[in-house]
T-cell receptor, first 114, second 114 residues
Framework: GESVGLHLPTLSVQEGDNSIINCAYS??????FIWYKQESGKGPQFIID?????DKRQGQRVTVLLNKTVKHLSLQIAATQPGDSAVYFC?????????????FGQGTELSVKP | ETGVTQTPRHLVMGMTNKKSLKCEQH?????MYWYKQSAKKPLELMFV???????ENNSVPSRFSPECPNSSHLFLHLHTLQPEDSALYLC?????????????FGPGTRLTVL
Protein backbone atom coordinates (compact mmCIF):
# COMPACT_ATOMS: atom_id res chain seq x y z
CA GLY A 1 0.00 0.00 0.00
CA GLU A 2 0.91 3.58 -0.14
CA SER A 3 2.67 5.17 2.78
CA VAL A 4 3.90 8.46 4.05
CA GLY A 5 7.19 8.44 5.87
CA LEU A 6 9.51 10.86 7.57
CA HIS A 7 13.27 10.88 7.09
CA LEU A 8 14.08 11.78 10.70
CA PRO A 9 12.16 10.45 13.66
CA THR A 10 13.68 13.04 16.04
CA LEU A 11 15.08 16.51 15.55
CA SER A 12 16.80 18.65 18.15
CA VAL A 13 17.44 22.33 17.45
CA GLN A 14 18.61 25.36 19.34
CA GLU A 15 16.10 28.06 20.13
CA GLY A 16 16.20 30.70 17.44
CA ASP A 17 17.49 28.39 14.75
CA ASN A 18 15.43 27.30 11.77
CA SER A 19 13.98 23.79 11.72
CA ILE A 20 13.34 21.61 8.70
CA ILE A 21 11.18 18.53 8.96
CA ASN A 22 11.05 16.26 5.94
CA CYS A 23 8.49 13.84 4.64
CA ALA A 24 8.49 11.39 1.74
CA TYR A 25 5.26 10.28 0.16
CA SER A 26 4.79 7.48 -2.30
CA UNK A 27 1.50 8.15 -4.05
CA UNK A 28 2.30 10.44 -6.94
CA UNK A 29 -1.42 10.98 -7.47
CA UNK A 30 -1.94 12.57 -4.05
CA UNK A 31 -3.08 16.12 -4.58
CA UNK A 32 -3.33 17.58 -1.12
CA PHE A 33 -0.93 17.57 1.81
CA ILE A 34 -1.23 18.77 5.38
CA TRP A 35 1.16 19.27 8.25
CA TYR A 36 -0.12 18.71 11.78
CA LYS A 37 1.48 19.53 15.12
CA GLN A 38 0.75 17.40 18.16
CA GLU A 39 1.83 18.64 21.56
CA SER A 40 2.07 16.33 24.52
CA GLY A 41 -1.37 15.44 25.84
CA LYS A 42 -3.20 17.06 22.95
CA GLY A 43 -4.68 16.04 19.66
CA PRO A 44 -3.09 16.96 16.31
CA GLN A 45 -3.49 20.57 15.29
CA PHE A 46 -3.56 21.79 11.69
CA ILE A 47 -0.54 23.92 10.78
CA ILE A 48 -0.51 24.43 7.04
CA ASP A 49 -1.61 22.71 3.88
CA UNK A 50 -0.58 22.71 0.25
CA UNK A 51 -2.14 21.50 -2.97
CA UNK A 52 -0.21 19.64 -5.61
CA UNK A 53 -0.45 22.54 -8.05
CA UNK A 54 1.78 24.58 -5.75
CA ASP A 55 5.40 24.09 -4.75
CA LYS A 56 5.56 26.49 -1.84
CA ARG A 57 3.21 27.98 0.67
CA GLN A 58 3.99 30.27 3.56
CA GLY A 59 2.26 30.82 6.85
CA GLN A 60 3.25 32.56 10.02
CA ARG A 61 6.85 31.42 10.66
CA VAL A 62 6.19 28.20 8.70
CA THR A 63 6.76 27.32 5.09
CA VAL A 64 5.81 24.12 3.33
CA LEU A 65 7.69 23.03 0.24
CA LEU A 66 6.47 20.40 -2.17
CA ASN A 67 8.70 18.67 -4.67
CA LYS A 68 6.54 16.43 -6.79
CA THR A 69 9.47 15.22 -8.87
CA VAL A 70 10.95 13.35 -5.92
CA LYS A 71 7.72 13.11 -3.94
CA HIS A 72 9.08 15.09 -1.04
CA LEU A 73 7.42 17.44 1.39
CA SER A 74 9.09 19.62 3.98
CA LEU A 75 8.05 21.91 6.78
CA GLN A 76 10.32 24.79 7.64
CA ILE A 77 9.92 26.61 10.94
CA ALA A 78 11.70 29.92 11.24
CA ALA A 79 13.23 31.10 14.53
CA THR A 80 12.19 27.96 16.37
CA GLN A 81 10.80 28.56 19.84
CA PRO A 82 10.38 26.26 22.85
CA GLY A 83 6.65 26.24 22.17
CA ASP A 84 7.36 24.56 18.85
CA SER A 85 8.45 21.39 20.66
CA ALA A 86 6.00 18.73 19.53
CA VAL A 87 5.53 15.83 17.16
CA TYR A 88 4.92 16.91 13.59
CA PHE A 89 2.96 14.76 11.16
CA CYS A 90 2.63 15.07 7.47
CA UNK A 91 -0.46 13.66 5.83
CA UNK A 92 -1.39 13.10 2.22
CA UNK A 93 -4.72 12.74 0.55
CA UNK A 94 -4.94 10.43 -2.44
CA UNK A 95 -7.57 11.11 -5.08
CA UNK A 96 -11.14 10.26 -4.20
CA UNK A 97 -11.07 7.17 -6.40
CA UNK A 98 -8.15 5.90 -4.35
CA UNK A 99 -9.83 6.51 -1.02
CA UNK A 100 -9.60 10.24 -0.63
CA UNK A 101 -8.92 10.02 3.08
CA UNK A 102 -6.03 11.38 5.11
CA UNK A 103 -3.01 9.07 5.33
CA PHE A 104 -0.67 10.07 8.11
CA GLY A 105 3.06 9.56 8.44
CA GLN A 106 4.67 8.32 11.63
CA GLY A 107 5.74 11.74 12.86
CA THR A 108 8.94 13.58 13.76
CA GLU A 109 9.56 14.72 17.30
CA LEU A 110 10.99 18.24 17.42
CA SER A 111 12.86 19.22 20.57
CA VAL A 112 13.89 22.84 21.04
CA LYS A 113 16.80 23.53 23.37
CA PRO A 114 16.77 26.89 25.17
CA GLU B 1 -9.58 25.23 22.65
CA THR B 2 -10.31 23.25 19.52
CA GLY B 3 -14.02 22.95 20.12
CA VAL B 4 -13.79 19.17 20.24
CA THR B 5 -13.91 17.56 23.67
CA GLN B 6 -13.39 13.95 24.66
CA THR B 7 -14.15 12.09 27.86
CA PRO B 8 -12.69 10.40 29.69
CA ARG B 9 -9.14 11.56 29.12
CA HIS B 10 -7.74 8.37 30.60
CA LEU B 11 -9.31 4.93 30.89
CA VAL B 12 -8.01 1.66 32.26
CA MET B 13 -10.14 -1.40 31.66
CA GLY B 14 -9.96 -5.15 31.83
CA MET B 15 -10.54 -7.36 28.85
CA THR B 16 -14.01 -8.32 30.05
CA ASN B 17 -15.20 -4.78 30.74
CA LYS B 18 -17.57 -2.68 28.66
CA LYS B 19 -16.87 1.02 28.43
CA SER B 20 -17.68 3.93 26.15
CA LEU B 21 -15.67 6.88 24.89
CA LYS B 22 -17.48 10.13 24.25
CA CYS B 23 -16.73 12.92 21.84
CA GLU B 24 -18.55 16.22 21.49
CA GLN B 25 -17.96 18.99 18.98
CA HIS B 26 -19.16 22.57 19.30
CA UNK B 27 -18.14 23.71 15.83
CA UNK B 28 -21.31 23.05 13.89
CA UNK B 29 -19.60 20.41 11.77
CA UNK B 30 -21.50 17.57 10.14
CA UNK B 31 -18.71 14.98 9.91
CA MET B 32 -17.00 13.17 12.78
CA TYR B 33 -14.15 10.69 12.87
CA TRP B 34 -12.53 8.18 15.18
CA TYR B 35 -8.78 7.57 14.89
CA LYS B 36 -6.46 5.23 16.75
CA GLN B 37 -2.96 6.40 17.57
CA SER B 38 -0.55 3.71 18.75
CA ALA B 39 3.03 4.30 19.78
CA LYS B 40 5.40 4.46 16.84
CA LYS B 41 2.59 4.00 14.31
CA PRO B 42 0.75 6.49 12.12
CA LEU B 43 -2.76 7.60 12.99
CA GLU B 44 -5.24 5.02 11.78
CA LEU B 45 -8.68 6.08 10.62
CA MET B 46 -11.34 3.85 12.21
CA PHE B 47 -14.76 5.32 11.44
CA VAL B 48 -16.27 8.24 9.59
CA UNK B 49 -19.75 9.63 10.15
CA UNK B 50 -21.51 12.18 8.01
CA UNK B 51 -24.83 13.61 9.15
CA UNK B 52 -25.07 10.83 11.73
CA UNK B 53 -24.65 8.10 9.12
CA UNK B 54 -21.59 5.89 9.06
CA UNK B 55 -19.87 6.35 5.72
CA GLU B 56 -16.69 4.43 6.38
CA ASN B 57 -15.53 1.57 8.53
CA ASN B 58 -11.88 0.77 8.01
CA SER B 59 -11.99 -2.95 8.81
CA VAL B 60 -12.20 -2.29 12.51
CA PRO B 61 -12.87 -5.31 14.76
CA SER B 62 -16.43 -5.63 16.00
CA ARG B 63 -15.30 -5.15 19.60
CA PHE B 64 -15.30 -1.45 18.67
CA SER B 65 -18.81 -0.16 18.06
CA PRO B 66 -19.39 3.49 17.10
CA GLU B 67 -22.56 5.45 17.64
CA CYS B 68 -23.47 8.89 16.36
CA PRO B 69 -26.84 9.99 17.81
CA ASN B 70 -26.55 13.51 16.36
CA SER B 71 -24.05 15.63 14.51
CA SER B 72 -22.51 16.94 17.74
CA HIS B 73 -21.91 13.67 19.57
CA LEU B 74 -19.93 10.57 18.77
CA PHE B 75 -19.38 7.51 20.93
CA LEU B 76 -17.09 4.53 20.72
CA HIS B 77 -18.40 1.55 22.64
CA LEU B 78 -15.77 -0.91 23.76
CA HIS B 79 -16.22 -4.53 24.81
CA THR B 80 -13.92 -7.51 25.26
CA LEU B 81 -10.88 -5.54 24.16
CA GLN B 82 -7.38 -6.94 23.88
CA PRO B 83 -4.16 -5.51 25.36
CA GLU B 84 -3.04 -4.54 21.85
CA ASP B 85 -6.01 -2.17 21.70
CA SER B 86 -4.24 0.06 24.21
CA ALA B 87 -3.69 3.37 22.43
CA LEU B 88 -4.73 6.99 22.21
CA TYR B 89 -8.17 7.28 20.62
CA LEU B 90 -8.73 10.57 18.87
CA CYS B 91 -11.97 12.09 17.74
CA UNK B 92 -12.09 14.71 15.02
CA UNK B 93 -14.77 16.76 13.33
CA UNK B 94 -14.92 18.50 9.99
CA UNK B 95 -17.24 20.46 7.77
CA UNK B 96 -17.49 17.56 5.33
CA UNK B 97 -16.35 14.01 4.81
CA UNK B 98 -13.72 14.75 2.22
CA UNK B 99 -10.34 15.23 3.79
CA UNK B 100 -10.00 18.53 1.95
CA UNK B 101 -12.06 19.87 4.79
CA UNK B 102 -9.83 20.67 7.73
CA UNK B 103 -10.31 18.27 10.60
CA UNK B 104 -10.27 19.49 14.18
CA PHE B 105 -9.04 16.98 16.73
CA GLY B 106 -9.96 16.47 20.34
CA PRO B 107 -7.32 15.79 23.01
CA GLY B 108 -7.88 12.05 22.89
CA THR B 109 -8.63 9.30 25.38
CA ARG B 110 -5.62 7.35 26.57
CA LEU B 111 -6.87 3.76 26.82
CA THR B 112 -5.05 0.99 28.64
CA VAL B 113 -6.37 -2.56 28.42
CA LEU B 114 -5.09 -4.89 31.09
Amino acid sequence: GESVGLHLPTLSVQEGDNSIINCAYSNSASDYFIWYKQESGKGPQFIIDIRSNMDKRQGQRVTVLLNKTVKHLSLQIAATQPGDSAVYFCAEIPPVLQGGKLIFGQGTELSVKP
Amino acid sequence: ETGVTQTPRHLVMGMTNKKSLKCEQHLGHNAMYWYKQSAKKPLELMFVYSLEERVENNSVPSRFSPECPNSSHLFLHLHTLQPEDSALYLCASGAGTTSYNEQFFGPGTRLTVL
